[in-house]
Nanobody, 119 residues
């Protein structure tokens, strides 16, 4: 069972920045991908950004050029740097990982962290 602990959410003004962190309970080399999703009230979760074990990144269209996903292998942590935040970025952000097949191939989720962009 993988434990994911997110931190870094909060209240920020439009145009501001936040950095989210997601610390995993095991080596990130056990994961095919590490991802950030967000969820608006009453909506399904949407992919914000992902990073593969090989370092390839992918972003949702609405955050391209503003958000950056990265990871620290030594700390088993993935980050989401969010710049030029907009009110429409307000959501609960979730970290998610997909374990490699030789372990269980399962997807695991963090508990979520609230990001609120408001003046």
């Amino acid at each position: 069972q993988v434990q994911l602990v997110e931190s870094g959410g909060g209240l920020v003004q439009p145009g501001g920045s936040l950095r989210l962190s997601c610390a995993a309970s095991e080596s990130i080399f056990n994961f095919n991908t590490m991802n950030w999703y967000r969820q608006y009230p009453g909506k399904q979760r949407e992919l914000v950004a992902s990073i593969t074990s090989g370092g390839k990144t992918n972003y949702g269209d609405s955050v391209k050029g503003r958000f950056t996903i990265s990871r620290d292998n030594a700390k088993n942590t993935v980050y989401l740097q969010m710049n030029s935040l907009k009110t429409e970025d307000t959501a609960v952000y979730y970290c998610s990982v997909v374990r490699i097949a030789r372990l269980d191939g399962g997807r695991y989720w963090g508990q979520g962290t609230q990001v609120t962009v408001s003046s």
